[in-house]
């Protein structure tokens, strides 16, 4: 049974996107980026297109692709999230939960990679006191 352009493109349209949690793996030193995206496949070409045109907003990760390469960098997907029933629902708490997990378990800071440590809430109630004290 052959399908018409037509079909095909409708069923791509309501085919959900694949979302979750990917890595960018520096080879070379084994450091890491922890990352999400509601599209996967549209977060890793944006990272690849940013590092690529030497515009990353992490500046290490961009000065790292810049000494060794790009083909010294691995994009790894880690784990997905099945779409929810209701495909106008916003899954972005979901996402982030699992990203928080990931960077919980693997520690992408400092020497092990790019990403930034969250501040924990007793964290951001003393940035507040400390500005108010100084104001």
């Given at each position: ?5 037509k ?9 959900a ?6 890595l960018?793996?520096n080879?070379?030193?084994?450091k ?5 995206g ?22 290490q ?5 810049n000494?060794?390469?790009?083909n010294?960098?691995?994009f790894?997907i880690?784990?997905?999230l099945?779409?929810?029933?209701d ?7 979901d ?18 990679g790019y ?5 924990s ?5 003393r ?6 004290v100084?104001?």
């Amino acid at each position: 049974m052959n399908k018409s352009k037509k079909q095909l493109k409708d069923e791509y349209l309501q085919t959900a996107p694949r979302m979750g949690v990917f890595l960018i793996r520096n080879t070379i030193n084994e450091k890491i980026l922890v990352c999400e995206g509601l599209n996967l496949q549209g977060a890793i070409n944006r990272h690849k297109f940013q590092l690529e045109r030497g515009v990353h907003p992490k500046l290490q990760l961009q000065k790292e692709w810049n000494e060794f390469g790009g083909n010294r960098f691995a994009f790894e997907i880690v784990d997905e999230l099945a779409p929810l029933p209701d495909s106008n629902a916003d899954q972005r708490a979901d996402l982030e939960s699992l990203g928080s997990l990931w960077l919980e378990k693997l520690q992408p800071f400092g020497e092990r990679g790019y990403n930034e440590r969250k501040l924990s809430r007793a964290d951001m109630l003393r940035q507040i006191a400390a500005r108010r004290v100084r104001d």
